[in-house]
């Protein structure tokens, strides 16, 4: 439980709060990273797309989705998502913080919320949506074992992180990468205060500046 508690004092901190409320506004949407503590070490808990989705089919991300105009907030969304997504409920997520907003590639602004669920958590994937749910060590993304990069990717400032991670319990294969790979990267150096192996393209210990400048200079061409 003291894992679990000092990554929870650890993630506050960088909670944005109203830091970015001066933003125009734009379409937005949420992720829920989920968080759990299994034989000492942190997990997170990722969604394989439904490849019947118009966008992102097929590809690996973190249960979320688009603002709904009965959502109050960003967290609300990200909750509403992952109930309807994988069955997780709502006040069966201990929320620690929000994260940067990051635009992603259809324009959306994207904003992290992470929250700690029970190791119990069996996930009831909703199939029109999520194909596959499956956990992955959170020292994984810090790793350079199975990390490869790109620079110069097309629309992207900073390097393009990709992992392919096999998943001890069924042996499938899964290819993370791009928005879902960052925001992977940056909790998992965040929560376990461990500068990752790779090039990241940001400080790991203040990565605000960086996301900062990602979001200006996105916002800049729209």
Not at 90 to 110: A, H, S
Not at 136 to 158: E, R
Request: net charge negative; aromatic share 10%; proline share 7%.
């Amino acid at each position: 439980m003291r894992i679990k508690e000092e990554t929870i004092a650890t993630l506050k901190q960088f909670d944005i709060g109203e830091k970015f409320s001066y933003l125009p506004v734009l379409p937005k949407a949420s992720v829920l990273i989920p968080l759990f503590v299994r034989g000492g070490e942190l997990y997170t808990l990722m969604t394989l797309r439904s490849k019947e989705l118009r966008t992102s089919a097929g590809e690996v991300c973190f249960p979320g989705g688009k603002r709904d105009p009965s959502d109050q907030d960003d967290v609300d969304t990200a909750l509403r998502e992952a109930k309807e997504e994988i069955g997780v409920q709502p006040e069966d997520v201990q929320v620690v913080c929000t994260l940067f907003p990051i635009i992603n590639k259809r324009g959306l602004l994207v904003t992290p919320v992470v929250g700690f669920i029970e190791e119990t958590f069996c996930p009831t994937p909703n199939p029109a949506e999520v194909s596959a749910v499956f956990t992955v060590p959170l020292d994984f993304f810090t790793s350079q074992k199975d990390h490869y990069i790109t620079h110069g990717a097309a629309g992207m400032i900073g390097p393009l992180h990709s992992f392919y991670y096999v998943d001890p319990h069924s042996d499938s294969q899964y290819h993370i990468w791009g928005l879902t790979a960052i925001l992977a990267i940056l909790v998992a150096a965040l929560a376990l205060r461990k500068k990752p192996e790779f090039d990241v393209g940001f400080d790991s210990e203040d990565p605000l500046s960086f996301f900062q400048q990602i979001l200006h200079s996105r916002l800049s061409k729209l």
